[in-house]
């Protein structure tokens, strides 16, 4: 019997040029995966994350998306989300409004623009956003590896949009890009305040590359940290962040990320009169093809 073969492509999210954004694996048909069919091919792929796209079940919706690390499934995330409409509208699917889609996935519908140039935007889910304590403050410290916080600008906080960040505005783009988080006590700060990992922004300088310098740092473990090279779901809390608190740059501002890690990610941001916050990107398709699933 031969085995079922669907297509496959793996596309670079949030990359102006190949190879410097962050890489997506995206699975179409998948509807007759289980859940565990789905985690074992997103642990072979062995990226940040795999999507697999299946028929809506939600009659407002163009198609379901499931997103899976090599460890877990997540409700949202920021660059699956663009990379797997990217991949889909390459495919040949045609919207069933023009220039918009509608993904459903864990956190319920996520809409997105599709621009003229190629570009996507999807609006940033609500974030809820939440004060440290001063022992998590403390902690917190302790984990950043410095005596004391005057580098951070503005009050750290969780902020949770489906996935879970600890949020720190620091005072420049060369403090962001030097923090080197101490393993340990990073898992520390993580399981006490039950986030998944740390978001640090800065504000560039007028005539700057961007608008603001971002990275993030993942926490799987007691030892077991990594960079991700652009992070959607990070950049539109990060956005809802700012709105909540007065501080927008603008209508519409612009985001470096990856600078530490040799990528070049970037992401646009656009707040709408209408308050929906715009997420997006570029994207492109670096593997086109089959994945053979048995």
């Not at 079922?4 to 999210?13: A, G, L």
């Not at 190629?118 to 410095?146: H, M, N, T, Y």
């Not at 969780?158 to 600890?166: F, P, Q, S, V």
């Not at 700057?208 to 090279?229: N, Q, S």
Request: net charge negative; with cysteine; aromatic share 8%.
């Amino acid at each position: 019997m031969n085995a079922r073969q669907v297509r496959f492509k793996q596309v670079d999210v949030f990359g102006h040029t190949p190879f410097k954004g962050n890489p997506l694996a995206v699975v179409f048909d998948a509807d007759g995966l289980s859940g565990q069919d789905m985690q074992t091919i997103a642990r072979w792929t062995n990226l940040s994350e795999t999507t697999f796209i299946c028929r809506p079940t939600d009659p407002e919706a163009d198609y379901l998306v499931r997103i899976f690390t090599p460890v877990y499934e997540m409700p949202f995330a920021g660059h699956p989300t663009l990379g797997t409409a990217h991949a889909l509208l390459e495919s040949g699917y045609v919207p069933r409004r023009a220039g918009r889609l509608v993904q459903q996935c864990g956190v319920g519908l996520v809409e997105l623009a599709v621009h003229e140039d190629g570009s996507l935007a999807f609006v940033a889910p609500p974030a809820r956003i939440a004060p440290l304590d001063a022992d998590e403050l403390q902690l917190l410290k302790c984990a950043l590896r410095c005596d004391g916080i005057g580098f951070i600008t503005r009050p750290p906080c969780r902020m949770d949009n489906g996935a879970t960040w600890l949020t720190i505005g620091v005072d420049s783009p060369q403090a962001c890009l030097a923090i080197q988080p101490d393993p340990a006590l990073t898992w520390q700060i993580m399981q006490k305040t039950g986030m998944s990992g740390l978001a640090f922004y800065a504000a560039h300088a007028p005539d700057g590359p961007a608008t603001l310098e971002v990275r993030c740092i993942v926490v799987d473990g007691p030892f077991d940290l990594y960079e991700d090279p652009v992070t959607g779901s990070a950049n539109a809390g990060i956005a809802c962040l700012l709105a909540a608190r007065n501080q927008r740059p603008g209508a519409s501002y612009s985001v470096r990320q990856g600078t530490a890690i040799g990528r070049d990610g970037r992401v646009t941001v656009h707040y709408g009169e209408d308050g929906k916050i715009w997420v997006g990107g570029r994207s492109v398709t670096i593997v086109d093809g089959t994945v053979r699933l048995g």
